[in-house]
């Protein structure tokens, strides 16, 4: 049985960036090719999650229905320009930490259609 454990390391190994990738595939790069996300992923790695995050300001928040209405620049991970639009909360209690001008630091993506706010941290 002379390397069987190198194999099983070589195996965990795979595994292991398998997981990454597909971590950075559901983080919102799905509509890119395959280039692009792993680019993406590299950079993540570099800069960490931050580099991911969109800048904006909150217009408009309606607790009741869920939404929020953001002034946005770019959206890369969507390919989105800059414009005032409404998202889906992806958690309600994000709605209880904005208001209304203020500036936000979030990550946007497509599910089922519509665009949700999966984070949403307040920026200085
Ligand atoms: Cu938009």
Request: proline share 5%.
């Amino acid at each position: 049985m002379k390397g069987h454990p190198v194999k099983t390391l070589l195996a965990a190994v795979s595994v292991a960036s398998l997981t990454l990738f597909n971590a950075a595939h559901a983080a919102g790069e799905h509509d890119m090719n395959h280039g692009a996300a792993m680019n993406q992923g590299a950079q993540m790695h570099a800069a960490g999650a931050q580099a991911m995050l969109s800048e904006g300001t909150v217009k408009k928040v309606d607790k009741a229905g869920g939404k929020i209405t953001i002034s946005h620049g770019p959206l890369e991970n969507l390919g989105m320009p800059p414009m005032t639009m409404a998202f889906r909360a992806g958690d309600p209690a994000m709605l209880d930490k904005v208001k209304p001008g203020d500036r936000i630091r979030f990550l946007a993506d497509r599910v089922d259609g519509m665009f949700v706010v999966t984070r949403l941290d307040a920026a200085n």
